[in-house]
Every structure is written in structure tokens, then in C-alpha cells.
């Protein structure tokens, strides 16, 4: 069963109690378009609720994840006749989507095979469960660029710990899927796809056995527990992710685009 007429770069399909949502957008690769974000939005909207739904799943292809920010896009490009104004809106409805995919009342597992950079890291982050292949790698990238991870900070910390994000976004280290392992980011690493797919559907009948108010009601309560304030902390980061994209972002996606390191990071 097949419904993505309803979506452009999500393919979506049902696995058994799951539905499947597959980034596949290779002009960005995979990245956080405009695109993406209403696919998430109508996926949100519409599955919530749906009783069929016991879990979502989250993948992209064999090569890439989620590559994070489009950096082609014109609030990041600097396009927009109001640039700031923007991006500050491009961020706010990141930060919901990020929320939403956190608060999502059913199980969330997210299968990283590939790049999950900057923001498809903190996809991932979401997720109740992530699966890795062995081509998947990491790194919270912004600062390489400029910019900051803001938006998904909480959800990365919330995963991985805050000693961790620390040192990985503030080098914006790669690391690869055993690292991901033992950092405790990433709960189980499989030998390949075919592996992988095995080992999905084995959670998802683990997840058919438990009652679905159950799983929402604790899923509720473990996200009431202490941490920031979301709706606080996103109109803060907004600022912090428009002031970057608007300074030194600038000359980062810059130089990216032109296949070339940023004034700061010569000698």
C-alpha cells in the first residue's frame, strides 16, 4: 500500500503495523527542504491519530540519510529580500518539525544508512530506536559552515549527552557508525540492508505486542521530564541560527558551493 500522492520527497508505504517514510530527494541529498518539512508536516498531521499506525519509520537511501540544512535554498542563500526575517521563519518551523518528530504518540525509528549531517542528525535525534548500516557516518557540521546546530541541539543532547555535543559540535567531527555505537547515539549496528530490514521487522512486532495508549501515554511522560522549554529555546535559537546565516554563514555556504575552505579556516 502505497501513499505518497500525498507527498513529494517522502516515498511512504506501510511495513507490517509501521509506515514507512523514505527521504528521497537526491538533488539535495535528502536535505531539510522546504519539500521535506511539509511532507513531515503532512505526515504529522495525518498519521498522529491513525489507529492502523503503530510506529514510524524513518530512512533515506543507501548513500545518504539526511545531508541537514539545503544550502541552496534562498533563505540560506541570501536571496530573500528580507534574508534574516526569513531564515528566522525557516528555523521556527524546523524547530517544529524537530518537535513534532519527538513528540510523535507512536515509536520512531530512524535507519541511518549514509550521511546524517547537521540536521539529519537531529532526525535521528528524534527517533525512539535508530538502526545504522555500516556506511552510516555523522557530524553535527554547522559550525564548519558558519552556522549553528541550534534548532536540534536539545534532541542531540537529549541522545547523545551533553559532553559529547560539546566536543562534536564544537570541532564538527565525522564519526562513524561504530563510534555512533558506543557514544550510545545510535542503539544497533547492522551488517547490511538485508540485516537491517530483519531487524526492523523484529522491533515492529515487539511494538504490535504493546498497547498503543500505552505507548503513547509513555512516550508523553518521558518527554515531560526535565529539559528546556521548546518553545522558548527555538525562538532563542532562531536569533542565534539567523545571526550566523547572515554573517559568516554567509562565506561558509559560500565557499561550500564553490568547492573551497572559508577565509577562517586558512592559515
Known sequence: MT?????????LERRGCALVATIEDPATRNAMSDALLADLEWVFANHASDPAIRALVLRGNERVFCAGADLGAKTLGGAAPDARAATIELSIRGARIYAGLNAFPKP??????????????GLASCADIVLAGPSAF????????????AQIAPFVVARLGLA???????????????QAVRLGFVDELLPDRSA???RLDEILSEIQACAPNALAATKALLNG????????FSRIAADVFADAVTGEGAEGIAAFKEKRSPEWAKP
Not at 3 to 11: A, D, K, P
Not at 108 to 121: D, K, L
Not at 138 to 149: D, H, K, P
Open 108 to 121: 520512531v525509528i530512524a535507519i541511518v544508512e549514509g550521511a546524517a549531517m547537521g540536521g539529519g542528525m
Open 164 to 178: 559529547a555535543t560539546r566536543r562534536l559540535a564544537l570541532t564538527g567531527s565525522r564519526f562513524d557508525a561504530a
Open 196 to 198: 537491517l530490514d530483519a
Open 3 to 11: 501513499e505518497s500522492s500525498h507527498t513529494s520527497v517522502l516515498r
Open 225 to 232: 521530564m526535565s529539559g528546556p522549554d521548546l518553545n522558548s
Open 138 to 149: 555523522f557530524a553535527l557540521s554547522e559550525v564548519r559552515l558558519g552556522l549553528v546546530a
